[in-house]
């Protein structure tokens, strides 16, 4: 079929129009894959910037906790960090 199709268009003279046709469906073709490409790396991104808030927000609950209690954060407090850490990756 696209034989007979480019046979009809080659001798009407309109190869212009075809080379048109095949450049117009290509550009649009990369513009679709391209839009595909940068909505898969904005989610990817979010996710980066959510993962990065919520480890934010468990270092300042940790920091305001030791405040509260006139701790410092010595090595038994990093030991404490971590499990709250590995607390808030269980409850996600």
Request: charged residues 25%.
């Given at each position: ?11 009407r ?46 270092l ?33």
């Amino acid at each position: 079929m696209s034989e007979e199709i480019t046979r009809s268009v080659i001798e009407r003279g309109d190869l212009a129009h075809l080379a048109l046709f095949l450049w117009a469906v290509a550009a649009t073709t990369l513009a679709a894959l391209l839009i595909r490409e940068l909505t898969f790396s904005n989610r990817r991104f979010t996710h980066f910037v959510d993962e990065i808030a919520r480890l934010n927000r468990n270092l300042n609950q940790f920091v305001n906790l030791a405040r509260r209690n006139g701790k410092s954060l010595d090595r038994r407090s990093r030991n404490s960090l971590q499990a709250t850490h590995d607390a808030g990756e269980k409850t996600d």
